[in-house]
Nanobody, 115 residues
Framework: QVQLVESGGGLVQPWGSLRLSCAAS????????MYWYRQAPGKQRELVAQ???????NYADSVKGRFTIPRDNDKNTVYLQMNSLKPEDKADYYC?????????WGQGIQVTVSS
C-alpha cells in the first residue's frame, strides 16, 4: 500500500513563501502523476497543480506564476513551492498520487496565510 506523507505547512504572512513536501513510500512504479489539491473551509476541493512522471506540469489559474510543483523522482517526493501567498490560499492541502487507475491520498496539511 502506497503511503503519502505531507509536511511543511503552517502559518505564513501575506506575500510570504512556503514549501510543502509529499513523500511517497512503498511505490513500485516510477510512472505516476502527482497532484496537489486544496480545500478551503466551506468550499470544494480543487486541483492546484500536477506533474507527470515525465515532468509535464499544469497549474490552476489562481496559482499560475506563484506556485511551482518540482519533483524528485529519486526520493519519490513532490513539492509545492508557494510564493507570494495570499489570504485566499489558506486551505488544507492534500497530495495525491495516481498510478494507473489507483489513487492515493495524503492526510492533508494546513496552510494559513495571515498577518
Amino acid at each position: 500500500q502506497v503511503q503519502l506523507v505531507e509536511s511543511g505547512g503552517g502559518l505564513v504572512q501575506p506575500w510570504g513563501s512556503l514549501r510543502l513536501s509529499c513523500a511517497a513510500s512503498r511505490i513500485r512504479s516510477s510512472f505516476y502523476t502527482m497532484y496537489w489539491y486544496r480545500q478551503a473551509p466551506g468550499k470544494q476541493r480543487e486541483l492546484v497543480a500536477q506533474i507527470t512522471s515525465g515532468g509535464t506540469t499544469n497549474y490552476a489559474d489562481s496559482v499560475k506564476g506563484r506556485f511551482t510543483i518540482p519533483r524528485d523522482n529519486d526520493k519519490n517526493t513532490v513539492y509545492l513551492q508557494m510564493n507570494s501567498l495570499k489570504p485566499e490560499d489558506k486551505a488544507d492541502y492534500y497530495c495525491n498520487l495516481m498510478s494507473g487507475t489507483i489513487s492515493y491520498w495524503g492526510q492533508g496539511i494546513q496552510v494559513t496565510v495571515s498577518s
